[in-house]
């Protein structure tokens, strides 16, 4: 939608949320970084006893900030990530403590990826990249089935072709 003063793309809350199962995925993310944050702690309390207490005590703060992380902000995430392309515009609603709405004319649009990590592989799901000539940086939609991921890319790839110049 644009504004019909300047008809310039308008914010607004995106149509299509993520898939389901990127809260699998921001689950599995969650449980991995509080293990690698208990690790040194482990460590630590294996090699310096003198500061075992310590670390217990740090260890189960780590274990209980971490389970909580990974019981509400994938729900979160989830329930807050919508994502839509029109005809004039890539939308994006992101993040969970701060709130980014982005929106990328598709005249912009200088280059679209995809990317497809090995926890995004196992749960068949892809993220979306698309660059823009903006200095706030790329539009990164996460979460996608690989499938609609692909589709994403090649539909706002064909969209940049058809408008030709050099996105400046």
């Known amino acids: 939608m644009t504004t019909p003063e300047t008809g310039e793309p308008r914010l607004r809350t995106p149509a299509h949320r993520v898939s389901p199962r990127a809260k699998l995925w921001w689950a599995l993310r969650s449980a991995l970084g509080t293990l690698v944050a208990l690790v040194p702690q482990a460590g630590v309390a294996w090699f310096f006893p003198d500061f075992g207490r310590l670390m217990g005590v740090t260890g189960v703060l780590t274990v209980v900030l971490g389970v909580v992380h990974l019981l509400v902000v994938p729900r979160?995430?989830?329930?807050?990530?919508?994502?839509?392309?029109?005809?004039?515009?890539?939308?994006?609603?992101?993040?969970?403590?701060?709130?980014?709405?982005?929106?990328?004319?598709?005249?912009?649009?200088?280059?679209?990826?995809?990317?497809?990590?090995?926890?995004?592989?196992?749960?068949?799901?892809?993220?979306?990249?698309?660059?823009?000539?903006?200095?706030?940086?790329?539009?990164?939609?996460?979460?996608?089935?690989?499938?609609?991921?692909?589709?994403?890319?090649?539909?706002?790839?064909?969209?940049?072709?058809?408008?030709?110049?050099?996105?400046?």
Do not use: K, Y
Not at 112 to 140: E, F, K, M, N, Y
């Open 76 to 168: 979160w995430r989830f329930a807050l990530h919508r994502w839509e392309i029109t005809d004039d515009a890539v939308h994006t609603l992101s993040g969970w403590l701060r709130l980014e709405w982005r929106i990328a004319p598709i005249s912009r649009v200088q280059t679209v990826d995809t990317d497809r990590g090995p926890l995004q592989r196992l749960l068949g799901l892809s993220s979306v990249t698309v660059t823009t000539a903006s200095s706030s940086g790329a539009l990164t939609i996460d979460g996608l089935r690989a499938d609609d991921a692909v589709a994403l890319a090649d539909r706002l790839t064909r969209a940049t072709e058809h408008l030709g110049g050099d996105a400046t």
